[in-house]
């Protein structure tokens, strides 16, 4: 029994995963191992198939938020994310942007805003991807070893 200890059990696809596959809610309280409700656990991606999970529901998987793609139904882990269009940053700029009824000016269209529907309050940044760091990262941590 001990050898799966670091694994937990899917209701649906019917296998063992590591705790990384899970969302948080699912592997505490009632549905933890050993609890009441641990035969009603599911995991992150067949929570997104069975559309447990919506896109643009933000889910806590492993402490990070996660999102599903209304586009290619993946999860979400990084980069940027409309909450309008509910895609990721690779479908987000790989589709044609909707039309547009009032056109907007140059000074009007700005980087924090979706490339696609052009909404500015509700494109989101989820954070780098692990291990790789941007040039600014790089500057500041050369201005933070010299002080």
């Known amino acids: 029994m001990t050898k799966y200890n670091h694994l937990?059990?899917?209701?649906?696809?019917?296998?063992?995963?590591?705790?990384?596959?899970?969302?948080?809610?699912q592997l505490r309280a009632k549905?933890?191992?050993?609890?009441?409700?641990?035969?009603?656990?599911?995991?992150f991606d067949c929570g997104c198939e069975n559309r447990i999970y919506r896109p643009g529901d933000f889910i806590k998987v492993d402490g990070h938020e996660e999102a599903p793609c209304a586009c290619c139904g993946e999860r979400c882990r990084y980069?940027?994310?409309?909450?309008?269009?509910?895609?990721c940053e690779p479908c987000v700029y790989?589709?044609?942007?909707?039309?547009?009824?009032?056109?907007?000016?140059?000074?009007e269209l700005e980087e924090s805003r979706c490339p696609r529907c052009r909404h500015?309050?509700?494109?989101?940044d989820l954070g780098k991807p692990p291990g790789k760091s941007q040039p600014e990262d790089k500057l500041m941590a050369m201005k933070m070893s010299e002080s």
């Open 94 to 107: 790989d589709l044609p942007p909707l039309p547009i009824s009032i056109v907007l000016s140059p000074s």
């Open 120 to 124: 500015k309050d509700l494109f989101t």
């Open 79 to 87: 980069g940027l994310y409309c909450m309008f269009c509910r895609m």
């Open 31 to 43: 549905r933890g191992k050993g609890h009441a409700e641990s035969d009603r656990r599911f995991c």
């Open 8 to 25: 937990f059990s899917c209701k649906i696809c019917l296998k063992f995963r590591p705790r990384k596959a899970f969302a948080d809610n």
